[in-house]
């Protein structure tokens, strides 16, 4: 059996620590085990592992996530990655064709597709697994996961079963006969009343199921080729694509904890502290929560059931019952995302600057992880200064490797081939200055740090 859990988003929802590259799987907001705040990527993660699926795990997501999970899950994550952004369907197909002629999985292999957020207990993958079982007793084209309802929601979609009062098979499953989105309270307390599921978002397929459907629509099925033709694959959800069109499926009931974390009401209802970073709640407040990435405090008096979360990207400022609203007030927005996560660190910017001949400043705080290191590159369009303010580490710059460390500026032509390694964590003040300061003025020669070394000619300090 193989996981592929889907990580997308466009960082919308959970606005403004939220942006296009950090989606709220990334932010670090919920208790660990260990007392440090940890992400719902983190969390879902370390229980796949416990749960002994992690060496069968793979990561299907978009180019600007990839860093971000890297940061957070390490570098040998077995990551998919789309070409660019379309919907569900066309990343399980692609990384459908990734498993078959790539990987040379077995076209009898179980696949089960699943969010990369749930909130959940550790008993959901656990039945999760069962889903190989179910497959194979029932003969089913799909084997869903189903939570049972806890309460007339209107936010979910059901799992309706194929007949009123119709009992589980012997393997515990039941039979779909069909799908409701977000129905009204009444609907959705007349549904339940029909034993129907919370759709979760979880399905399983055999391989060669999928691969026979991309063939008769005349899709690719080889990895290479499909990723050529991804644009051309229809941008709709594998839902409607292929779930709603399929006339054999069942649903596993899963009768624990399960919660979508993807609005501020609900994702606060799990955090164990009302304050995050710096911030004072005073006077008659209860049910609120400050979430603040800002080095400036904020100070909330005599205010109830709201939030306040604060960030490079903006400040919002809602009451809870309000703040799902959030997504649709933000879609339009392109500005660009002011924090990112990458496989070497993080960085954030600190201004930016454009003048009237069309000239543009931007000023970052970038922090690269201790054995970590930025990739060899240049730029096309902009130069670069960096102050290091703290640490030591290695500069490769032009075929040449020295030593850098608190105190030294260095002056990055528009040009000139540069990285960085850190020994110990490092932090530097870059100022970009340009035409267009973008983070695709980026040409990147190499990654690992041995290579790049060998690509100078030298050795590496000592």
Known sequence: MKILLLSG??????WPLSNDSRSKQFLKVLPGADGMLESMVKRVWGQIERAGMREHAYIATSKSQVEMIQSQLGSEIELIVEPERRDTFPAIALAATYLYSVQGVSMDETIVVMPVDPYVEESFFEVS??????????????????????????????IVPAGPGREPDAGGYIHVGSFKEKPTESEAAELIGRDALWNCGVFAFKLDYLINVLIACGYPIQYDEMQKQYGKLPKISFDYEI??????????????????????????????????????????SSGTHVINELDIPITLLGLSNVVVAASPDGILVSDKPSSPMIKEIMKH?????????????RYRV???????????????????????????????LRS??????????????????????SGDVLT?????????????????????????????????LAYDWEEIVTICGARTPH
Not at 129 to 154: F, H, I, R
Not at 392 to 405: H, I, S, T, Y
């Open 9 to 14: 988003g466009s960082g919308k929802r959970l």
């Open 384 to 405: 670069e200064v960096w102050t290091v303010i703290a640490g030591e580490g290695d500069m490769a710059m032009n075929g040449q490797v020295f030593q850098v460390r």
């Open 412 to 444: 990055i032509k528009q040009g000139c081939r540069h990285s960085l390694r850190a020994r110990t964590e490092m932090e530097i003040i870059e100022v970009q200055t340009g035409s267009e300061l973008v983070e695709e003025d980026i040409v990147r």
């Open 333 to 345: 927005s392109t500005q660009r995302p002011m924090y990112e996560e990458r496989r070497w660190g």
């Open 243 to 284: 779930v709603e069109r399929s006339n054999h499926i069942v649903a596993l009931p899963f009768d624990g904890e399960w919660k979508d974390l993807g609005t501020w009401n609900t994702l606060t209802e799990e955090m164990n502290a009302s304050i995050i970073g710096k911030g004072i709640i005073a006077g008659n």
């Open 129 to 158: 697994k069962e889903l190989e079982k179910v497959l194979n007793d029932s003969g089913a084209n799909l084997a869903l996961m189903g939570v049972k309802p806890t309460y007339p929601s209107e936010k979910y979609g059901y």
């Open 350 to 380: 600190l201004d930016y600057l454009k003048y009237p001949d069309g000239s543009e400043v931007l000023t970052k705080r970038l922090c690269i992880s201790p054995d970590h290191n930025l990739s060899y590159q240049y730029h096309e």
